[in-house]
């Protein structure tokens, strides 16, 4: 029933959030690898209760490869797990052990939410679908992110997550101008249905705030790449052109694209798209010839020169620093910007002020910062308030707390293997 | 106001909308998808910027046929007004006053010399929830620079992921930054909606996407390895072959075979050819780092004269995990995914095929209502409901 109509208020996990607008909520999370695991993390992160559900007969990818600390593998040391599974707890549970589907049923039957991005099928021979689950918890809200589809041809295709970028369509636009595609070189599809899933739960917990009803919420990785491609389907069902590899040219912007500075393999990005931007990078090149060249005259006429325009460009900021190069295009009001590297995004003054990296304790690696959250609230609590959890650390409190079990019960069903 | 909501989850929510171009428009359309009452602010007689990007049907300019505004732009109001003249701001701050959410995406500079803050933005709805995406975010030391979705992919760190060695970083193309900035700042939205957070002010910065969820997994990997990773063009060198993308006949195919028995089965699949066998290619980490350029060629050769439907077949027959690269072509011509795509009756463009939602819901799916709003279509009506002339006055001025 509504969070707010419950006849006795749940029992919350030692160590749960008690201040933040989803604390009231509980999410089952049986998110795998990048994609599931971030729609939990963004419902953890505003205060939601969200349980991941992981054993080590079965290890989540992100609990897997070669340790930091020492030589033997070891789930606890995955740095990129430590990201998208912060603010969560682990219930170690075989769900392939009898009775291990059984615990699942009653943990949603005193839960909200269930996310899952499983192989199709895989839920429903566990007896995990929404259809079996909703018997017990008739107001589930639950969403699915599979990587292509759920039913039909594409649910039977196994492919990496790589893949999911180019099926859908936006590697084949990833290269430079008139060459072949590149693709793109990290994952994009992941994060991308995570957001897109956790905004769709929010919005089902919206209509059941008002309504009393759940619902069921599909998606996919490769369907939620689909809104990022609007711009191209426009233009193939107006023009009837296919897009292909651009490079960095972008209509409308003139110059458009990334040059190299002094350094090694350093290069800034800069964009100019109104006549007063182009004045100004005039003025920051202190190339007053440039203004009356007529290659450059307006932009239609810059997007005709582009090659030159971009050896202009590139033979100024190649005798200059980065950092040098951007202020100066900054202050004559052109949009630029280096292109940061890992380190130096996490050594960057304008990041750090933003928290965009948090600093917290892990019991096995010590400290170690994960990435923060893209939003500010002004009534708002930290994003990260809990490190992720170890594989099975909250198994105990979730038998006792939440489904009551003794401790003898407990006891026994570790021993059989149910739970870890 | 009377709602011209939907029957979505979002129903009843009232979302008042200046915001230009693809982040703050993807957020409201994300909303106005699913219910939500979405009334766009645009400048008078110019609008919203995107309306002069294009496409244009036959690359004919006009301001009611850009691709990407249509696009955006369904299941919304258009109001014109100048909210950068005081009497034009006036017209918002009563606008919001009866909006549960106002999103914008003024640069921090824009909303401060036009006095858009907070508190005058909440003159009439103290509870109005404020909801700002820029490039930088409202604060920070680089809060006021000038930037562009390519200089926040920069500066959020993906170009340095893009490319090939030695060869300029690449942008992620379609501005894929402004999208994901969008999309996280509709999230916070719905959570103060959700837990009654009154007056809630938001401050979305999009190159904070990009550092922190997009992409801010590899600062660990760099804190405990000091590795700093970079561009590899088409393939990965690192691992186990393949993860690469290579030619077929019609265009491109996407390899990566993490497990033996998956490269196995690809062997199987091409046939048992004698030089998979070759001893210089037991190990596929070896295989890859000093012969992955032989073995593409060898592939390539064997693919050359199949299409990738043909090899997706086999693959997925075979129980190889390799998947083609389509082209927007190919996407839209997938019966599989016909239902990811809507036709919708734009003013000027009955029947226009567009990307639709990026998901069902069971029991109260999103829809289309209406096309993209000519722009100032709903000027009047909309301050009617709230009980304000516009004089002409200011429609003189150009203010509305």
Redesign the interface.
Same mark, same amino acid.
């Given at each position: 029933m509504p969070i707010e109509q419950q006849q006795s208020p749940r029992v919350s996990l030692p160590g749960a959030n008690q201040d933040g607008p989803l604390s009231d909520l509980r999410v089952v999370d049986f998110g795998w690898a990048w994609a599931g695991a971030t729609a939990g993390q963004i419902l953890a992160d505003f205060g939601a209760e969200v349980i991941k559900i992981e054993s080590r007969t079965r290890l989540d990818p992100m609990r897997q490869g070669r340790p930091i600390i020492g030589t033997e593998p070891d789930p606890e040391q995955n740095p990129i797990c430590h990201n998208v599974n912060r603010n969560k707890f682990s219930f170690g549970v075989n769900l392939k052990a009898p009775g291990g589907p059984d615990l699942i049923r009653d943990l949603v039957a005193h839960s909200d939410v269930v996310i899952e991005n499983m192989t199709p099928g895989a839920l429903a021979r566990l007896g995990l679908t929404y259809e079996d689950l909703k018997v017990r918890c008739p107001e589930l809200i639950m969403v699915s992110l599979p990587a292509f589809w759920s039913e039909g041809p594409m649910s039977e295709v196994k492919a990496y997550a790589p893949s999911i970028t180019g099926v859908s369509g936006y590697d084949s636009m990833v290269g430079y101008e008139g060459e072949e595609p590149l693709g793109f070189q990290q994952g994009l599809a992941d994060p991308n249905v995570g957001l897109h899933a956790a905004f769709a739960v929010l919005a089902a917990l919206r209509h059941r705030k008002r309504t009393g009803r759940g619902q069921f919420i599909q998606t996919s990785q490769a369907r939620a790449m689909l809104p990022l491609l609007g711009e191209a389907v426009a233009e193939h069902v107006m023009t009837g052109r296919t897009p292909a590899p651009a490079g960095n040219r972008r209509t409308g912007f003139a110059p458009h694209g990334n040059y190299q500075t002094l350094g090694e393999d350093r290069w800034i990005s800069i964009a100019v798209r109104s006549e007063r931007e182009w004045e100004g990078l005039c003025a920051a090149l202190e190339r007053p010839d440039l203004l009356t060249d007529r290659r450059f005259a307006d932009g239609f006429a810059r997007s005709q020169n582009l090659e030159a325009l971009d050896a202009e460009v590139g033979a100024w900021t190649g005798q200059r620093e980065a950092d040098e190069a951007v202020a100066t295009l900054q202050g004559n009001g052109v949009a630029a910007a280096p292109c940061l590297n890992t380190a130096e995004r996490f050594h960057n003054e304008h990041l750090m002020s933003r928290e965009a990296y948090v600093p917290v304790e892990h019991p096995v690696l010590g400290a170690e910062f994960i990435y923060g959250s893209p939003w500010k609230t002004s009534k708002g609590q930290p994003s990260v308030w809990k490190r992720v959890p170890l594989l099975g650390e909250d198994t105990d409190a979730i038998l006792r707390d939440i489904l009551g079990l003794e401790e003898t019960e407990i006891a026994s069903m570790r021993d059989a293997g149910v739970v870890e | 106001m009377a709602e011209v909501s939907g029957d979505?989850?979002?129903s009843?929510?009232v979302v008042a909308d200046f915001s230009r171009i693809v982040a703050g428009p993807?957020c409201t359309m994300?909303l106005g998808d699913?219910g939500a009452d979405v009334i766009k602010v645009e400048k008078p007689f110019v609008g919203d910027p995107a309306r002069r990007?294009?496409?244009?049907?036959?690359?004919e300019a006009h301001l009611e046929r850009s691709?990407?505004f249509?696009?955006?732009n369904t299941n919304k109001r258009s109001v014109s007004i100048d909210v950068l003249e005081p009497s034009g701001a006036d017209l918002l701050a009563r606008l919001c006053g009866s909006a549960d959410v106002l999103v914008c995406s003024l640069h921090p500079t824009e909303s401060d010399a036009g006095g858009l803050d907070?508190e005058f933005l909440r003159a009439h709805n103290p509870e109005l929830t404020i909801a700002r995406v820029t490039p930088?975010?409202?604060?920070?030391?680089?809060r006021d620079?000038?930037?562009?979705e390519?200089?926040?992919?920069?500066?959020?760190?993906?170009?340095?992921?893009?490319?090939?060695s030695g060869?300029?970083?690449?942008?992620?193309?379609?501005? #894929?930054g402004d999208? @994901?900035?969008g999309?996280?700042?509709?999230?916070?939205i719905?959570?103060?909606?959700?837990?009654d %957070?009154s $007056?809630?002010? #938001?401050?979305?910065? @999009?190159?904070?996407?990009w550092?922190?969820?997009?992409?801010?997994?590899?600062?660990?990997?760099? %804190?405990? $390895?000091g590795r700093?990773?970079?561009?590899?063009?088409?393939g990965?060198k690192s691992g186990p072959y393949p993860?690469t993308?290579l030619?077929c006949k019609d $265009?491109?195919m996407?390899l990566?075979a993490?497990q033996r028995s998956e490269w196995q089965r690809f062997v199987a699949v091409m046939g048992d050819p004698e030089w998979a066998s070759d001893p210089r290619f037991k190990d596929r980490v070896v295989m890859n780092e000093k012969h992955s350029d032989e073995v593409d060629a060898l592939i390539e050769d064997w693919m050359k004269d199949k299409t990738k439907d043909e090899i997706f077949d086999l693959c997925?027959i075979g129980?190889v995990?390799?998947?083609?690269?389509?082209?927007?072509?190919?996407?839209?011509s997938q019966p599989?995914?016909a239902s990811?795509?809507v036709e919708v009756d734009h003013p000027e463009l009955p029947g226009?095929?567009?990307?639709?939602f990026?998901?069902?819901?069971?029991?109260?799916p999103p829809s289309v209502r209406s096309g993209a709003p000519r722009l100032g279509e709903h000027t009047t009506s909309v301050f009617a409901e709230l009980g304000i002339e516009i004089s002409p006055e200011l429609r003189a001025h150009e203010i509305c």
């Open positions: - | 979505g989850p979002l009843g929510l993807y994300l699913l990007s294009g496409p244009f049907p036959a690359d691709g990407l249509l696009y955006l907070d930088y975010g409202m604060t920070g030391p680089n620079w000038l930037g562009y390519a200089n926040t992919a920069a500066f959020g760190g993906i170009c340095g992921y893009l490319g090939a060869r300029p970083l690449l942008f992620p193309p379609l501005a #894929i999208y @994901e900035a999309l996280n700042v509709a999230i916070p719905l959570v103060a909606d959700l837990a %957070i $007056g809630q002010s #938001i401050d979305v910065s @999009e190159t904070d996407c550092a922190t969820v997009q992409n801010g997994m590899g600062v660990i990997e760099y %804190i405990f $390895g700093v990773f970079t561009r590899m063009g088409r990965v993860n993308i030619r $265009g491109h996407r990566v993490m997925r129980g995990p390799f998947a083609p690269i389509y082209t927007i072509a190919e996407v839209m599989e995914f990811w795509f226009m095929r567009q990307v639709g990026p998901y069902e819901l069971s029991e109260a």
